[in-house]
């Protein structure tokens, strides 16, 4: 019961369109309707500039991290793990936005920021030396992923492996059509970087 009431704490919490309120709030634009059609930071950045995707991406990040960690200001035993994968299901189908969310990258980095800030550095800097490579956002994100859960292995938790292994299953899932593209050199690279 306890697991249930905070999993669906999580996904409440996960489920708040960061990008959508943004947009809407101090753009007067809904990003849904721009560029990808994604809520997520990438898309943010792309449709409503810098400091817009600056503030969505790390918003979607803090959802990751308090579900992660608000069981544990409460009950002891509980995975924060298992809690924090319900606010990324949260991030990519957010009831309040129709069930039409983002990608899950950044609400995933938010949860292992949660349980484990120095492998999200590993994250951080393996994303971004993966984007200075390739310029690809979509393509860095998902060899992040694989490199994340490839660490946890090393490091012998088998708890984090199992989730990370979970979470980047999402990653390469919603980024279906992005990995058409890329193989079809049709998907759009960065430019500032």
């Not at 030396?129 to 938790?157: E, F, H, P, R, W």
């Amino acid at each position: 019961m306890t697991y249930l009431l905070f999993a669906l704490i999580a996904y409440v919490i996960g489920s708040i369109p960061s990008g959508l309120i943004v947009g809407k709030v101090w753009y007067k634009t809904d990003i849904r309707e721009h560029g990808s059609g994604n809520l997520g930071g990438t898309n943010t950045f792309r449709v409503l500039g810098l400091k817009a995707g600056l503030i969505v991406t790390s918003a979607d990040i803090l959802k990751g991290t308090i579900a992660t960690i608000l069981p544990l200001f409460f009950v002891t035993e509980i995975n924060p793990l298992i809690i924090g994968v319900f606010a990324v299901i949260g991030h990519m189908y957010p009831v309040f936005a129709r069930f039409k969310g983002g990608k899950a990258v950044a609400t995933s980095g938010g949860v292992i920021l949660g349980v484990n800030p120095i492998l999200f550095a590993i994250i951080l800097a393996t994303f971004f030396l993966m984007l200075y490579a390739t310029k690809y956002v979509s393509l860095s994100s998902m060899v992040t992923g694989v490199i994340t859960v490839i660490v946890t292995i090393l490091q012998n938790d088998v708890g984090l492996t199992i989730v990370t292994t979970i979470l980047t299953i999402f990653v390469i899932y919603r980024h279906r059509a992005n990995i058409k593209r890329i193989l079809n050199k049709t998907e759009p690279k960065i430019t500032w970087m």
